[in-house]
């Protein structure tokens, strides 16, 4: 692995397709083949994108773990190469422990594990807590690479 061990928001927007105020994390605090950890504070800042005039809610930190899992493709891409184009399939057995997250001190941090996967779809499990140890949201994804949708939902 030569790719770096943490990065700040601007080297984790260089690597996935979401820039600007909707690149979410802030932090990577750590990876390697299996898991990444990434941390942020944007749930606080009143232009999160994401916000709606009933604040930030819930459901959103499924977007928060889906970005931590474009970073670890990326991550995992060899060096010089293109990661797969990709985008969340499907959220399965997600339980949430809050209803808005603008109202959480402190950071998020973000983890996902990659349990399996191929060149076509990879199943990641993820965990956002709170700095407490608060487990805010957690679940399983499925991420699809490689297909007409996600080259298309990517070059736009």
């Known amino acids: ?7 700040d928001r601007a080297g984790i ?14 932090q990577l605090d750590g990876w390697d083949a299996e898991v990444i950890r990434c941390s942020t504070t944007t749930h606080r800042l009143a232009d999160n994108p994401l916000r709606t ?5 819930a459901p959103n930190l499924i977007e928060y773990a889906a970005q931590a ?3 670890h493709g990326g991550l995992l891409a060899a060096e010089g190469s293109t990661p797969s184009a990709g985008f969340l399939a499907s959220a399965r057995n997600v339980r949430l422990a ?24 990879i199943l990641y499990e993820f965990a956002v807590n709170a700095d407490d140890g608060r487990t805010l949201a ?3 994804a499925v991420v699809v690479l490689n297909t007409p949708l996600a080259t298309e939902s990517t070059a736009s």
Request: proline residues 4%.
């Open 1 to 7: 692995m030569t790719a770096p061990q943490t990065l």
């Open 13 to 26: 927007a260089a690597r996935i397709p979401h820039s600007g105020s909707m690149c979410l994390l802030e």
């Open 53 to 57: 005039a009933g604040g930030l809610l």
């Open 69 to 71: 899992m474009a970073l």
């Open 98 to 121: 809050v209803a808005r997250l603008d109202d959480i001190e402190g950071a998020l941090r973000v983890q996902a594990r990659r349990l399996s996967g191929d060149e076509r779809q």
């Open 138 to 140: 957690e679940g399983r």
